[in-house]
């Protein structure tokens, strides 16, 4: 059985940090990109960032600059350093797995982990 478990979330104050793990189990690891992606009640999920079979990473302009992705196949976990954190940036964020390649299109993942909240306020 494939799983994702999405952890880190937390309640953290505007400027501070936070880093996401992406635990994977039940896949091949190597032949997956690993997505992030968020969402707001009432709003779409959107997709922020992904990094891809060869390591190669893409980043929504909501979180350039901010944000890196990272991933460590040894353990099977991507994580997402998340710097200079916004109220904007509260979200339910989830990790996603899909086949070889990245993009933030949403039917493209085959498996999504729970979810892990993030809150950035004061």
């Known amino acids: 059985e494939v799983q994702l478990q999405a952890s880190g979330g937390g309640l953290v104050q505007p400027g501070g940090s936070l880093r996401l793990s992406c635990a994977a189990s039940?896949?091949?690891?190597?032949?997956?990109?690993i997505a992030w992606f968020r969402q707001v009640p009432g709003k779409e999920r959107e997709g922020i960032s992904c990094?891809?079979?060869?390591?190669?990473?893409s980043y929504a302009n909501s979180v350039k600059g901010r944000f890196t992705i990272s991933s460590d196949s040894a353990k099977k976990k991507v994580y997402l350093q998340m710097n200079n954190l916004k109220p904007m940036d509260t979200a339910v964020y989830y990790c996603?797995?899909?086949?070889?390649?990245?993009?933030?299109?949403?039917?493209?993942?085959?498996?999504w982990g729970q979810g892990t909240q993030v809150t950035v306020s004061s």
């Open positions: 990094i891809d079979t060869d390591g190669r990473t």
């Open positions: 039940g896949l091949s690891f190597d032949e997956y990109a």
């Open positions: 996603a797995a899909d086949f070889l390649a990245c993009s933030f299109y949403e039917p493209d993942y085959d498996y």
